[in-house]
């Protein structure tokens, strides 16, 4: 069974830094494009940014040279380093992957359970 779990959220006042991790395991071949999520209670899910199994990473507008998407195949993660944050930035985060198992009964979408961010002095 694949599972992704976040770590590294927690409370931090605003312009400071976090970094968020989402490590994969179970019978992976490979993770293909992952996403971070975050989510705000009454609101739509919104993704913050994304990375291909290559390695292009795209961001919203509203974290764009603030955030930064980056991945370790070899260990199965995929960061968010997050700098100057905001208090609008206060969210569970989630991350998202697309996997390819190695058989198909494990391939598929998968969501981690979230991490708490919160931005406040």
């Known amino acids: 069974q694949v599972q992704l779990v976040e770590s590294g959220g927690g409370l931090v006042q605003p312009g400071g830094s976090l970094r968020l991790s989402c490590a994969a395991s179970?019978?992976?071949?490979?993770?293909?494009?992952v996403g971070w999520y975050r989510q705000v209670p009454g609101k739509e899910r919104e993704l913050v940014a994304s990375i291909t199994s290559g390695g292009s990473a795209n961001y919203a507008d509203s974290v764009k040279g603030r955030f930064t998407i980056s991945r370790d195949n070899a260990k199965n993660t995929v960061y968010l380093q997050m700098y100057s944050l905001k208090p609008e930035d206060t969210a569970v985060y989630y991350c998202?992957?697309?996997?390819?198992?190695?058989?198909?009964?494990?391939?598929?979408?998968?969501w981690g359970q979230g991490t708490l961010v919160t931005v406040s002095s």
């Open positions: 179970g019978s992976i071949f490979a993770i293909n494009a």
């Open positions: 998202n992957a697309d996997v390819s198992g190695w058989s198909t009964s494990e391939s598929g979408n998968y």
